[in-house]
């Protein structure tokens, strides 16, 4: 029996849960077969005020990647591709070259799952001279799935999100500029209820699943949905519908919320505004559930 091969790159830290740390492990409780790439090599992620550690320098990242190609199938064949977090514009660059040279190896064509790691609630997190690197990976035809949350869609279509009539034009914007089959956010909020939306290109189809909002910041918590979308994606034959997306969303949900209770176990208090750390390990029941079901009949088309 063939085991599912994934090539995931993404930061690395020692201590929590975020990039590969909050990929590798899902994937792999999922039946996946995991290579990892890490783009840091941090202490722990920047949200605990201080960490030590580097970020992975380009060169070194094209060496890893020469190396994987010394000793697999000279063909590549990844059966998926997941890219997230890329610490500036010279790492973003390598990862472009060398996963389009996956893609011109390969005898089967891999599904690539992009997460655009930019920013989030209305800044950066990295320079500005990474956008144009994405904006080329976009373009060139080979990612499959894109996951930005919604500043960092508002970038890379130039369009202003306040409603569901600019969260068209958003879409529309898009699909104009990049050749990417299927769009998710993983979340958005607009008549202050957060939503997941998925977009299929070929249809031209929006549909959104309401998310139960919880009053919390969560660090790896796009890491972690990235994975959950990889994952279910795939099994579906690689094609993007709301009982994909109701599966990614309710085991997030569950995901966070017992990371929430833990957190306020651990603290005494109710009033947690932020977890630094998703409690995967310990949820890791959920990723074997099927929830496709649960609120696939909640989706709404645009």
Not at 39 to 66: C, D, I, M, R, W
Not at 179 to 189: E, G, K, Q, R, T
Not at 191 to 216: H, Q, R, W
Request: charged share 20%; aromatic share 10%; net charge negative.
């Amino acid at each position: 029996m063939s085991v599912k091969t994934v090539l995931s790159i993404s930061s690395h830290v020692v201590h929590g849960y975020v990039g590969n740390r909050s990929t590798v492990f899902p994937l792999q409780y999922s039946g996946w077969d995991v290579d990892a790439i890490d783009t840091t090599n941090f202490s722990n992620h920047p949200g605990y005020g201080t960490f030590q550690g580097k970020a992975s320098s380009p060169e070194l990242v094209e060496s890893l990647f020469e190396g994987i190609s010394d000793i697999i199938d000279a063909d590549w064949d990844y059966n998926m591709i997941l890219t997230g977090y890329a610490p500036n514009e010279a790492v973003l660059k390598v990862i472009h070259q060398k996963v389009d040279d996956i893609f011109q190896k390969a005898t089967t064509r891999p599904v690539w799952v992009l997460d655009p790691v930019l920013g989030d609630n209305g800044k950066l997190y990295v320079s500005e001279k990474v956008v144009p690197v994405y904006r080329a990976i976009l373009s060139s035809g080979n990612v499959t799935v894109v996951t930005p949350n919604q500043f960092e869609f508002e970038l890379l279509s130039d369009t202003p999100i306040s409603n569901w009539e600019s969260l068209a034009t958003a879409f529309d914007r898009f699909h104009q500029h990049y050749d990417v089959p299927y769009v998710v956010l993983s979340s958005v909020i607009l008549d202050n209820l957060m939503y997941s939306v998925g977009f299929t290109a070929a249809e031209n189809k929006i549909f959104y699943i309401p998310i139960d909002k919880i009053d919390c910041n969560f660090n790896g918590c796009g890491d972690l949905f990235a994975a959950l979308l990889a994952n279910a994606f795939y099994s579906n034959d690689s094609v993007l519908t709301p009982r994909v997306l109701s599966d990614v969303v309710v085991k997030l949900t569950k995901i966070l919320n017992h990371s929430y209770d833990c957190e306020k176990q651990i603290t005494g208090s109710n009033d947690i505004k932020l977890v630094k750390d998703i409690r995967i390990v310990s949820s890791r029941h959920v990723l074997l559930s099927d929830n496709g079901n649960d609120l696939a009949d909640a989706a709404t088309y645009l």
